[in-house]
């Protein structure tokens, strides 16, 4: 028999998962066909065991730290198993949470593969199964996959970035091939670990889509922290050798790691799903949707990194939503003018809204910054490195961009996105009471820089 569903969710990540349950509370009958684990790769593989490996980097970097907080020294050493280990009881934890949202929302999880043939027609295939399931609308969340290098050989020392939280062994020389969020993030991660660390990356230097001076200053603090980076590099060879590979860049430099971490971009899992079938127009490989996130197939929408764009699972569960909401008749669309972003690099690099030199060409622009150095609580939990910098528009004082590296720069900037969403000025900013001591001050400071109120430093200023 054919199971009919109001909506069902091709793939159980973050657009789908946070989808389904939106769908849910909106009264449909819902399904969700995953494949691998509902959570995706931002819950399996990507953002929560980053973050909780690296909450183990940080922990070690602490104890490290012991004597500057007032404690005998300490041994810190690293034990990955234990590390891995607790990092798979954190997915473990929020993976059952998921699935008992679901069973409390009755949201129905189909495990197997789904490829869809014909209009609001999915069949799912597992191992000697497979069923039909019919569903007035579909929302394609099916997400993306590391890409790899032809040139590299596989083998278990050489792992994409979905892969690597699953190493068993610390390594000790990591090659690190890209310069964007996951290859910085892993290479701060690695290095806090112990490891011996080269990031190679093709541009003119690491984190190319974003503000120019923060990338600068946030590489001054890897190659402080001892990471050896060449940018406008690529790998030009590698050959397994002994219990590592021969390496040559296109500088000329040889290394010799032991082991090799790709992350070079990602691929849209847009094959083998019936989408040429039915006619869903595709561009290079992504989804091509409209602000409601409808493909050109009537009843049918997708959301997450299959339809390109912001490749981020807060976007993806933005999207997730706005589709659910749009497909059972609200007039839900898309906005991405205010998309905070977040590099969990060791410190953070947080931004939203555009670059000094993207706001330079467009505006007339006011700029300023502000260093953690400077603020109590930064000095109080030993944390100085860093800056928080925004960038505003002269004549309307409207937030045109914020750039920060430094402590907690994730939860930090959530102020300044929701500032920019509701369209208010840098001044409210200012004039909106901070909590003391905080290290949201800094987020005060420079908003009172910019219009000339600065009190605990007299920061550089550029007009
Ligand atoms: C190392 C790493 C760290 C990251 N850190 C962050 C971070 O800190 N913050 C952040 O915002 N983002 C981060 N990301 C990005 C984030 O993981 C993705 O943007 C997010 O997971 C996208 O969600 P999605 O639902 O679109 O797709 P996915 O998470 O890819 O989920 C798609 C799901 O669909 C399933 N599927 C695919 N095809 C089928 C099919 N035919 N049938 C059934 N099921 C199918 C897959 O198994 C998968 O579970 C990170 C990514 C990586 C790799």
């Given at each position: ?141 099916t997400g993306s996959r590391p890409a790899g290098l032809p040139m590299i050989p596989k083998g278990p020392r050489v792992f994409l970035a979905d892969e690597m939280l699953d190493i068993s062994f610390l390594p000790q020389q990591l090659l690190v091939i890209g310069g964007g969020a996951v290859g910085v993030e892993m290479a701060a991660i690695f290095r806090e ?271």
């Open positions: 028999m054919t199971e009919k569903y109001d909506i069902a969710f091709l793939g159980g990540g973050p657009a789908g998962y946070q989808g389904a349950i939106r769908a849910a509370k909106l009264g449909a009958r819902v399904a969700v066909i995953e494949e691998r684990f509902v959570g995706g790769v931002c819950l399996n593989w990507g953002c929560i065991p980053t973050k909780a490996v690296r909450a183990s980097a940080e922990a070690g970097r602490t104890l490290r730290r012991a004597r500057e907080y007032g404690f005998k020294a300490v041994e810190a050493v690293p034990d990955i198993a234990a590390i891995i280990a607790r990092k798979q009881r954190v997915i473990k934890a929020l993976r059952g949470s998921i699935e008992q949202l679901f069973l409390a929302r009755k949201i129905e999880l189909i495990e197997g593969r789904g490829a869809l043939v014909g209009p609001g027609k999915i069949e799912v295939r597992k191992p000697g199964e497979s069923a039909l399931i019919e569903a007035s609308k579909v929302i394609i969340a670990l112990g490891s011996e660390i080269v990031l190679v990356e093709a541009l003119d230097r690491i984190l190319p889509f974003d503000d120019r001076e923060t990338a600068e200053n946030l590489l001054t603090i890897l190659q402080r922290r001892k990471i050896k980076v060449y940018c406008s590099t690529t790998v030009e060879s590698v050959v397994e050798s002994g219990d590592g590979f021969s390496v040559r860049l296109s500088n000329g430099t040889e290394l010799t790691p032991d082991t090799i971490l790709q992350a070079v971009g990602r691929r849209f899992n847009t094959e083998g799903i019936g989408l040429e079938q039915l006619g869903i127009e595709m561009e290079r490989g992504r989804i091509v949707v409209d602000k409601h996130l409808q493909t050109n197939v009537p009843g049918h929408y997708a959301a997450g990194d299959v339809i390109g764009g912001w490749l981020l699972a807060h976007v993806a569960f933005a999207e997730g939503i706005c589709a659910a909401e749009h497909a059972l008749g609200l007039g839900s669309w898309m906005d991405y003018w205010v998309v905070p972003r977040c590099v969990f690099s060791i410190p953070e690099y947080a931004a939203v809204g555009i670059s000094e030199e993207e706001a330079r060409e467009k505006y007339s622009v006011k700029v300023a910054r502000f260093p953690f150095k400077s603020l109590g609580m930064a000095q109080a939990i030993g944390e100085l490195e860093g800056q928080v910098k925004i960038i505003a528009d002269t004549e309307t004082d409207t937030i045109l961009g914020a750039h920060i590296f430094g402590p907690h720069g994730a939860d930090l900037i959530s102020e300044i996105a929701l500032a920019m969403k509701g369209d208010s000025p840098a001044r409210l900013v200012m004039d909106t009471i901070h909590t003391h001591p905080t290290l949201s001050e800094a987020v005060l400071e420079v908003a009172q820089a910019l219009h000339d109120q600065a009190i605990h430093v007299a920061p550089s200023r550029g007009h």
